[in-house]
């Protein structure tokens, strides 16, 4: 499991029963999937087992997400990097951008970076009427990650929230 603290924990995995999940589930809902723990705080997963981290080394962060103003606004507030880009991007570059964001996130990854990842933007997507590309490469890749965080809360279909960090 991973937080979104400044520290990477370390794994440590307690099975619980009934009443813990009751009162766990009846808080955030039962049988709740929410991400696991966001500040370090024990957190439901699929029901059954909780985790609890133990501060351990800093891991560097980077936050991905759709919606480019967004993911930089999250990143500052959590002092995570984003992808920078290409400079300069010109009209008919979307092919390379794409190359160029999956080589940086597989970069980060090697690196052992935490992905922080916020989300989909539903109402950007109703508005737009159509997904994001590069957001879409960027949870292809990292479906799997041990150093994933997942940091939104899917509500329905099309909506989620993304807690304060």
């Keep these: 499991m991973t ?14 029963g009934p009443s813990v999940r009751a009162q766990v589930g009846g808080f955030w809902g039962a049988g709740s999937n929410w991400p696991k723990s966001l ?11 909780v985790e609890a981290a133990d501060e351990g080394i ?25 992808y920078p880009g290409i400079t300069p ?3 008919g570059m979307e092919a390379e951008g794409l190359v160029h964001n999956q080589i ?7 690196q052992g970076y935490q992905i922080v990842d916020i989300g989909p933007d539903f109402p ?13 490469m960027e949870r292809r890749i990292t ?7 997942k940091a939104f809360i899917r509500t329905s279909k099309t909506s989620s929230i993304v807690p304060e960090p």
């Excluded at 500040?39 to 087992?49: E, S, T």
């Excluded at 800093?58 to 990097?81: D, F, H, L, M, Q």
């Excluded at 940086?104 to 090697?110: C, H, L, N, R, V």
Aim: glycine content about 8%.
């Design 3 to 16: 937080t979104i603290g400044t520290c990477q924990p370390r794994k440590t995995r307690v099975r619980v």
């Design 39 to 49: 500040l370090g705080k024990a957190a439901l997963a699929d029901g059954v087992l």
């Design 58 to 82: 800093a891991s560097p962060r980077i936050v991905i997400g759709e919606n480019r103003v967004r993911v930089t606004e999250y990143a500052a507030k959590i002092g995570a990097e984003v």
């Design 89 to 91: 991007f010109n009209p």
């Design 104 to 110: 940086y996130i597989e970069q980060k990854m090697a």
């Design 124 to 136: 950007r997507r109703v508005y737009r009427g159509i997904i994001s590309i590069n957001y879409e």
């Design 143 to 149: 479906n799997g990650y041990e150093n994933y965080v």
